[in-house]
């Protein structure tokens, strides 16, 4: 296993917000090979504690390997984070100080040819971050209707080419399979040819990603979870990479943050009228210059940070 699993984005960023008490137990939702839970790590005492969460199998077992030296500080769980609430409950833990999603995909994962998350190698179509799971990619291209791959490449990629590469995606697997990832790029190329190809299988095949591994139902679901189980001062923190992932971490931030009424609504004598959290990022927070040179994956990267003020 290379020593090097994934690069984390934006870390200094990220310990401008966290840790904020050093003996407080934390979660990094999205462990990948444990860069920003070392980088967390480091700043608790010896008191603190941080549980990573990570559907990934091969995930986990090299974020051990990186983190070893904090011990029992660190719990690990073969999870999703969609399902924090009740994954912390049953070891014991039911409030947290702080929270960490670094969402998309891992340097590693794009890497190893045999996921089938590349456009750029040949492999079977896959694409599962969770490898036991049993939906992958070539079900979704086999499989799904033609209806409903226009709506996932246009929903998920915004690719304007959706339905004319959903028509022929449709009429090749009447007449055989298409089973590698190289086999998708040739439908896609004969649709879009050569000047656009780039681009729309970029969006293509991160579209198909998404459904495959429910990444915005899935992130959605997280977001409520965390900003509930946070203590007061508790923050959330979450780094994004397209405008999919973006648009639904700052429209949940701003409806928590709210104060006023919605129009034709009234809260009942004991409802709170307090907003949950307050916003700390006006703005996203992007890489600076240096690193984006030194890891252009993190170009496209934007933080976001929430601070949970009612009990």
């Given at each position: 296993m290379e020593p090097e699993y994934h690069t984390?984005?934006?870390?200094?960023?990220?310990?401008?917000?966290?840790?904020?008490?050093?003996?407080?137990?934390?979660?990094?939702?999205?462990?990948?090979?444990?860069?920003?839970?070392?980088?967390?790590?480091m700043r608790l005492s010896p008191g603190g504690r941080l549980i990573g969460f990570d559907q990934d199998?091969?995930?986990?077992?090299?974020?051990?390997?990186?983190?070893g030296q904090f011990g029992d500080q660190v719990t690990y769980l073969h999870e999703n984070v969609s399902h924090i609430e009740t994954a912390l409950h049953t070891i014991g833990v039911d409030r947290i100080s702080g929270a960490l999603l670094d969402l998309g995909i891992s340097s590693h994962q794009i890497d190893e040819k045999q996921r089938g998350f590349s456009f750029q190698t040949e492999s079977r179509l896959d694409m599962r971050m969770?490898?036991?799971?049993?939906?992958d990619a070539w079900k979704v291209v086999n499989n799904?209707?033609?209806?409903?791959l226009a709506?996932?490449?246009?929903?998920?990629?915004?690719?304007?080419h959706s339905r004319r590469i959903a028509r022929e995606i449709n009429i090749v697997r009447s007449q055989r399979a298409i089973n590698t990832t190289q086999d998708l790029v040739e439908v896609i190329r004969s649709v879009v040819?050569?000047?656009?190809?780039?681009?729309?299988?970029?969006?293509?095949?991160?579209?198909i990603r998404i459904e495959v591994n429910n990444e915005l139902g899935n992130l959605a679901q997280a977001l409520d979870q965390i900003l509930n189980i946070l203590y007061p001062g508790g923050r959330l923190v979450?780094?994004?990479?397209?405008?999919?992932?973006?648009?639904?971490?700052?429209?949940?931030?701003?409806?928590?943050?709210?104060?006023?009424?919605?129009?034709?609504?009234k809260f009942s004598a004991d409802q709170p009228k307090h907003p949950k959290v307050a916003i700390l990022t006006k703005k996203p927070v992007g890489p600076q210059l240096d690193e984006c040179k030194n890891n252009p994956r993190a170009r496209s990267a934007k933080l976001r940070v929430a601070e949970r003020v009612y009990p």
């Open positions: 984390p984005v934006l870390v200094e960023e990220v310990l401008r917000y966290l840790p904020t008490v050093p003996d407080g137990i934390y979660v990094d939702g999205t462990l990948g090979g444990g860069g920003h839970a070392e980088a967390i790590l199998r091969e995930a986990i077992a090299s974020a051990r390997l990186r983190l969770n490898r036991e799971q049993l939906l799904y209707t033609e209806q409903h709506e996932i490449l246009w929903n998920y990629g915004e690719e304007k040819g050569e000047k656009f190809l780039q681009k729309s299988l970029a969006r293509v095949f991160q579209a979450v780094i994004s990479y397209h405008s999919l992932e973006d648009r639904i971490v700052k429209n949940r931030f701003r409806e928590e943050s709210k104060t006023s009424i919605p129009s034709g609504n």
